[in-house]
């Protein structure tokens, strides 16, 4: 243990921007030879999927209150539903000559490692197997069948990176994005669970050995050997409120074992000029082993309505990364700024009905522009028992002013942050015009050394709450974008940091978006006839 927490704690801190000297990238980028973002395998019969026609009659607000929504039937329609509005294409964008999609869930530089699977031993919905999705064409490839008639009707969700995808643009630092998205990824599905009355149950129980086992990960001879897959969740979709049974992964295994398995993956690009030896090293050293199980349920509590209360549906898919944003915008309303922290408090709600654990990132604020609210820099505790341990590890110097507000809520310090928000997120003028930017500070080091694969988790919580500062930004009408570009350690001096207890591992801006005229948008999926 003690060796595997040196070396994530090396390849941490090794991977650390700093104003002088940012974590080592590629020297150049040849575009023509960017991954392909979409993976597909090569002789695999293919399932076509339902396309929404409509938008689903859910607001977002219905959301808040998830059992209140009625469960709808497991269909292929209502599947294809679900995939479409977690993983899905939103739309396609062009400028000049280049043309690119936009899906649901978000990842950082729009490369996407994140692979999706299904395994399903419902043979009323699809002939028992594992199955891959192709978010381009909105279509399942069968992957292997097997016969299922002694097991429970069920079907799984499962998570993979392909950490190539990522390096070739963010050499050693794209580890940590990979993680960053997968924690979007499982939030982006639980919301479109929900929409459809839906729970997703992270079956955190299972080793990383074990599910690239069920997702057919582990058969590398049918794999570029450079384009690998990680494992990384797996998640069963409860499509009604009854007690399921309890996950059984010995089944699960057993099934497989005479599975027959059809296809191979298809080269992502032709030449790899950079290899990352110290991602393949971290990710090794990251593995969860450990197989107990955890399920943590939160308590509810009531939201304010949100100010843009859509169709959930149309807010998802109309969800975008803001580029750019109007430093001189209105104040964002106050009800729309406390509605925002509030989504990201534990709350039996999606995203965290689909969390097993406490919280372990908390969030410091820098506000310029919250109806209200002095400028200054803010804390908000997702939980309150860190207040006493951080107000000694922080600066001295903070007054930790409890805020009137419907939670706690502490300003720090009493200034104009703009500068230095911008400052610490690499110069990047989205952190300060914006209304708020933010940090995510992360229990790091007592996490990292219990066990090593935590690092890993911390991160998912990191892109979890990303994913809820992305749809509540889109609810307050306003628009956000996850920044994983800052120098880390400035952060935590600024903060007053002096060791790895605590670390920065995301930070997010909000504000209202300046659109560039010159770029078009198409319909996600104009390209399929099928509608």
């Known amino acids: 243990m003690k060796t595997n927490t040196n070396a994530i704690s090396h390849y941490h801190n090794r991977t650390k921007h700093q104003s002088n000297a940012y974590a080592k990238a590629p020297e ?274 009531e939201l304010p309505k949100p100010s843009h209360d859509l169709s959930a549906s149309r807010l998802i898919r109309g969800r975008r990364s803001a580029q750019h944003f109007n430093g001189k915008s209105e104040p964002l309303p106050l009800a729309d700024f406390y509605r925002i922290l509030s989504a990201l408090l534990p709350n039996a709600k999606p995203p965290f009905t689909a969390w097993n654990w406490s919280p372990q990132v908390h969030l410091f604020l820098f506000v310029h522009r919250v109806d209200g609210l002095e400028s200054g820099l803010y804390f908000l505790p997702r939980d309150c028992e860190v207040v006493p341990e951080l107000k000694t590890a922080l600066s001295a110097e903070f007054i930790w002013q409890k805020m009137d507000a419907p939670f706690e809520f502490y300003q720090l310090a009493q200034e104009d942050f703009k500068q230095v928000a911008r400052t610490l997120s690499c110069f990047q003028p989205i952190a300060s015009d914006s209304t708020f930017s933010l940090g995510m500070l992360a229990n790091f080091s007592a996490n990292i050394e219990s066990e090593a694969w935590r690092y890993r988790r911390l991160f998912w919580e990191c892109g979890l709450l990303g994913q809820i500062l992305y749809l509540e930004a889109e609810a307050a009408g306003v628009r956000g974008t996850g920044i994983g570009c800052f120098f880390d350690d400035e952060v935590h001096r600024m903060l007053g940091l002096k060791n790895e207890r605590w670390q920065s591992l995301y930070h997010f801006t909000v504000g209202e978006p300046l659109d560039d005229k010159r770029i078009q948008t198409f319909t996600a999926y104009e390209h399929l006839v099928r509608f």
């Not at 001879?221 to 998640?235: I, N, Q, W």
């Not at 090293?281 to 509590?301: G, M």
Request: glycine share 4%; proline share 4%; with cysteine.
């Open 28 to 301: 150049f980028l040849d575009w023509d030879e960017q991954p392909n973002p979409f993976r597909r395998f090569s002789g695999c019969e293919t399932v076509e999927l339902p396309l929404l026609k409509t938008e689903l009659a859910c607001l977002f607000s219905e959301l808040d209150c998830p059992t209140h929504i009625n469960a709808k039937p497991l269909t292929l329609e209502n599947l294809g539903a679900m995939l479409e509005l977690s993983f899905g294409l939103s739309a396609w964008k062009a400028f000049a000559p280049d043309r690119w999609a936009l899906r649901c869930n978000p990842s950082s530089g729009n490369l996407h490692p994140t692979e999706v699977y299904l395994l399903c031993t419902d043979s009323n919905l699809l002939p028992s197997g594992v199955y891959h999705y192709v978010s381009h064409d909105h279509h399942l490839e069968r992957r292997c069948e097997f016969a299922a008639a002694d097991a429970p009707s069920e079907l799984y969700v499962g998570l993979s990176s392909i950490h190539w995808r990522e390096a070739w643009k963010y050499g050693e630092r794209a580890f940590r994005y990979c993680q960053h998205d997968i924690g979007h990824a499982l939030a982006a599905l639980s919301y479109a669970a929900a929409c459809l009355g839906w729970t997703v149950e992270l079956c955190s129980e299972a080793t990383d050995a074990q599910i690239a086992q069920w997702l057919g990960l582990n058969r590398a001879d049918e794999f570029v050997k450079d384009e690998h897959e990680t494992a990384d969740l797996f998640c069963r979709i409860r499509t009604n409120q009854k007690t399921p049974v309890d996950f059984e992964a010995n089944r699960l295994s057993e099934i497989l074992q005479n599975a027959v398995w059809f296809g191979k993956a298809e080269r992502l690009n032709g030449r790899h000029f950079y290899r990352w030896a110290i991602i393949d090293e971290v990710s090794q050293q990251a593995e969860k082993f450990t197989n107990s199980v955890e399920r943590l349920q939160f308590p509810h509590f």
